[in-house]
């Protein structure tokens, strides 16, 4: 163990930086709507100090009531133009490669404030030149294969008019555009009531009705708890209508899909503490986009609600939270109690509470770039704030860039599995995530690693999304896959890894027990020392290692950095340099990042 160790480099440079505070982030359709609508003066959840700080919302969002707007971000898929009335067709050609450019920065979606000088001056347009500006945008957008839909129109000074637009551009190997969002807290907080109700568009009659098409097991549907991960859709046309299984009598998952401009898919996760260990897997091995943390009006912020919001932190995601039940107890002192915590020194957050159209707006078009947290006080009885959650989802983009998307899709296929089915007729399905490369049907793969580390060859046979079926899947999409039934597959679990087959290729993949990580412990009762035991969160990978070796100290205490050597202690796993690790045994936890591993019977790959 000695030599083996002496492979270890405590002094390697990995990016990985020793100060930042890594405990923390470094940086409807229909008439249903309006009968939703939360009126914003009878709501005393907004406040104008948050936790005793005032929030500037003119400078954190993009308020037309604040007389103007930040000045426009050089960066990112939000452009502002005083008009485009009549433009030349030089001048057109080069508005219509700039949006092209601003779409790519949003992922396919773009934010258009019309009337608004670069400076962010709201100077507004009379109705007519309004109105030639709105065409002109749309002429451009149609130029690209995309839509528009203005978003908000207000009146400023003098009947002068301003606008917000969102132009939309499906990518064309895409039905539509996806957002993950993973659903957190506590158990009994309501999060299957709250996505019954918005993805049936049926109020719940307060025991719990709207939640059972949640529920996966009839132990599910006895407690009134969920256990495991469970998926559910909810879609958006063109004009930002909700499409849900509401939209007429014999709607479906795939029609939902094939209806839709927009898909936000929402996962279901568990809030009680005995399947914490499957809610962190989800969080780590699908990679959502955002999270949305749910927490009950009347218990308010318990212990679980802590676990997960230090959790989401960790793995820095964005995520906004809902605070239900509001129709049985008065949401204020929950709201205050989310302010003071989001506001502590280990969060640095700013709480958002949104109580009009306009801040669903704002918050939906800058939760990535700022550092804003959104909270809706909603009923799942009356159905009180609903419409602003629906508005706020329509808006939300994916947060990453198409230049980060080409990226990933150059790279070689890496499908790590989350999920293992057994289908009648089909055999054994596999649902995950593809973290890079394209996947296609009948390509060949490897699965792995097995027992000795290596990767057995497959084929994939067919592939599914949001439950239909397509031909593609590509880097950051779930998928769940099927192989061909005459090829004799390996015993499969979850935690393994599809990687493309590059036939006989020197760099053939393999599977490995020791790997190096640079870590910060974000709390610890007391201290770590080699020979503890906790549970690794790698991607898909959730197993028990041992901390074999701690360079530059004997121990690890709350807040503490090192290099650190870990053991799986089970069977070996596919690691790669920079994925980011989340380990956790009890209330301890901490975070990093994987700098070197050590395949079995394989040289060293470092980062």
């Known amino acids: 163990m000695e030599s083996f160790l002496s492979l270890f480099d405590p002094n390697q440079d990995d990016g990985f930086d020793e100060e930042p505070e890594l405990n923390g982030n470094s940086s409807g359709g229909g008439s249903s709507s309006s009968d939703y609508e939360t009126d914003a003066n009878s709501n005393e959840c907004a406040l104008g100090l948050v936790g005793g ?56 979606e773009a934010i258009y404030e019309i009337g608004v000088s670069d400076a962010g001056y709201l100077q507004g347009l009379s109705d007519k030149d309004m109105n030639a ?57 309501g999060k299957s009531t709250l996505l019954g109700v918005l993805t049936q568009d049926e109020l719940d009659n307060g025991h719990g009705r709207a939640r059972l098409n949640m529920f996966r097991h009839m132990h599910e549907i006895q407690s009134g708890r969920t256990s495991c991960i469970s998926h559910e859709t909810l879609g958006f046309d063109a004009l930002g209508n909700v499409v849900n299984y509401k939209y007429n009598e014999m709607m479906t998952a795939e029609e939902i899909s094939d209806r839709s401009s927009k898909l936000v898919t929402f996962m279901d996760l568990a809030g009680h503490r005995r399947y914490m260990r499957t809610t962190v897997q989800a969080l780590s091995g699908y990679s959502p986009h955002y999270a949305m943390l749910v927490v009950s009006a009347g218990s308010g912020c318990n212990d679980t609600t802590e676990e997960h919001l230090a959790i989401v932190r960790a793995l820095d995601m964005p995520f906004f939270i809902l605070v239900t ?54 009923s799942n009885v009356t159905g009180t704030g609903l419409n602003l959650v629906t508005k706020f989802l329509y808006v939300l983009s994916p947060g990453i860039s198409n230049a980060e998307k080409d990226r990933l899709e150059q790279e070689s296929c890496e499908f790590q599995v989350d999920e293992i089915f057994r289908v009648s007729d089909v055999g054994p399905v596999v649902g995950g995530l593809l ?18 580390g290596s990767f057995h060859p497959v084929t994939v046979n067919t592939i599914h999304r949001n439950k239909a079926p397509c031909r593609v899947v590509r880097a950051g999409q779930s998928a769940s896959l099927s192989f061909s039934l005459d090829q004799d597959l390996p015993t499969l679990r979850s935690g393994m890894v599809l990687l493309g087959d590059m036939g006989n290729s020197p760099d053939e993949p393999c599977g490995t027990y020791f790997f190096q990580a640079k870590v910060s412990v974000l709390f610890h009762a007391t201290a770590i020392y080699v020979g503890f035991q906790t549970t690794v969160h790698i991607g898909s990978i959730r197993q028990t290692a041992v901390i074999r070796g701690i360079m530059g100290g004997e121990r690890l205490g709350t807040n503490d950095c090192a290099s650190v050597m870990f053991e ?26 994987v700098t070197q591993v050590f395949p079995v019977n394989k040289t060293i790959v470092t980062k």
């Open 435 to 452: 973290v890079q490369g394209v996947l296609t049907e009948n390509m060949p793969m490897k699965i792995g690693p097995l027992p000795n």
């Open 133 to 189: 500006s709105l065409t002109t945008l749309k002429q451009m957008a149609h130029h690209l294969g995309a839509s528009t839909s203005v978003l908000r129109r207000k009146t400023i000074s003098s009947r002068r008019v301003v606008a917000e637009v969102l132009v939309r551009k499906i990518p064309d190997d895409q039905h539509n555009i996806e957002v993950r969002v993973a659903v957190l807290g506590g158990a009994d907080a």
């Open 325 to 378: 039940k509001t129709d049985i107890t008065s949401p204020d002192a929950t709201v205050q109690e989310l302010c003071n915590l989001l506001t502590t020194i280990g969060c640095r957050k700013v709480p958002f509470v949104v109580t009009n159209t306009d801040e669903a707006i704002s918050a939906g078009s800058n939760q990535v770039s700022e550092n804003i947290v959104p909270i809706f006080c909603v």
């Open 53 to 108: 700080i005032p929030t500037e919302r003119g400078n954190l969002i993009f308020d037309f009531e604040q007389g103007m707007l930040p000045p426009e971000p050089q960066i990112g898929n939000v452009e502002y133009k005083l008009k485009l009335v009549n433009p030349s067709k030089q001048r057109f050609e080069q508005l219509v490669t700039q949006m092209k450019w601003r779409l790519r920065e949003g992922n396919g």
């Open 568 to 593: 799986f202690v089970g069977h070996p796993e596919y690691v790669r340099p920079g994925m980011r690790i989340l380990f956790r045994e009890g209330t301890s936890k901490g975070i990093g990042v």
